[in-house]
T-cell receptor, first 115, second 111 residues
Framework: ETGVTQTPRHLVMGMTNKKSLKCEQHLGHNAMYWYKQSAKKPLELMFV???????ENNSVPSRFSPECPNSSHLFLHLHTLQPEDSALYLCASSQDRWGSNEKLFFGSGTQLSVL | LAKTTQPISMDSYEGQEVNITCSHNNIATNDYITWYQQFPSQGPRFIIQGYKTKVTNEVASLFIPADRKSSTLSLPRVSLSDTAVYYCLVGEDTGRRALTFGSGTRLQVQP
């Protein structure tokens, strides 16, 4: 148990659906992240939040919309996705955003399939 | 940017010691070196972090030579459950590269 919980664990959605991924951390951290991991590819950093403020958006399509209502919760709202968006979506947190000695704590991820 | 280079894959047998080396020739003065382990369909898990010399915890050891241009993750007496992908990350002052994962090293442990 890493202290970072993601739900749902698995999600199947059609291209016209709207769904949301949820992440909650119980570590008292100030920074939270969304990563995408496609099959046999490295993890791709999507969004970075620090103290509930989005500080990075790595050229992610607008069909992915993050939300961070407080420092413990992070959402990823999905709409009109494409089949190539099928991947493992991982949430992570760290004490702070800056510092090369930050340690990331990951959730178990949501395995998303877009049909 | 301090890029990291790791072997794509390694094979070992149960009970052996495994050493995975990461090259980071452009490491900066303030950079730390962090290793993560990832099992299929799970998020990466922090293993160990160091700045120089040697660091040891209950899971692994990390050896960093004086020039810090490489580091070696040492897993003593591996078991089948150590089969995973291992990532080496090198951070910088902005924290940016402490967040960037490469392709990692896929370790396969055989019985």
């Amino acid at each position: 148990e890493t202290g970072v919980t993601q739900t749902p664990r698995h999600l199947v959605m059609g291209m016209t659906n709207k769904k949301s991924l949820k992440c909650e951390q119980h570590l008292g951290h100030n920074a939270m992240y969304w990563y995408k991991q496609s099959a046999k590819k490295p993890l791709e950093l999507m969004f970075v939040y620090s103290l509930e403020e989005r500080v990075e958006n790595n050229s992610v399509p607008s069909r992915f919309s993050p939300e961070c209502p407080n420092s413990s919760h992070l959402f990823l709202h999905l709409h009109t996705l494409q089949p190539e968006d099928s991947a493992l979506y991982l949430c992570a947190s760290s004490q702070d955003r800056w510092g090369s000695n930050e340690k990331l704590f990951f959730g178990s991820g949501t395995q998303l399939s877009v049909l | 940017l301090a890029k990291t280079t790791q072997p794509i894959s390694m094979d070992s047998y149960e009970g052996q010691e495994v050493n995975i080396t990461c090259s980071h020739n452009n490491i900066a003065t303030n950079d730390y070196i962090t290793w993560y382990q990832q099992f299929p369909s799970q998020g990466p898990r922090f293993i160990i972090q160091g700045y120089k010399t040697k660091v040891t915890n209950e899971v692994a050891s990390l050896f960093i030579p004086a020039d810090r241009k490489s580091s070696t993750l040492s897993l003593p007496r591996v078991s089948l459950s150590d089969t995973a992908v291992y990532y080496c990350l090198v951070g910088e002052d902005t924290g940016r590269r402490a967040l960037t994962f490469g392709s990692g090293t896929r370790l396969q442990v055989q019985p």
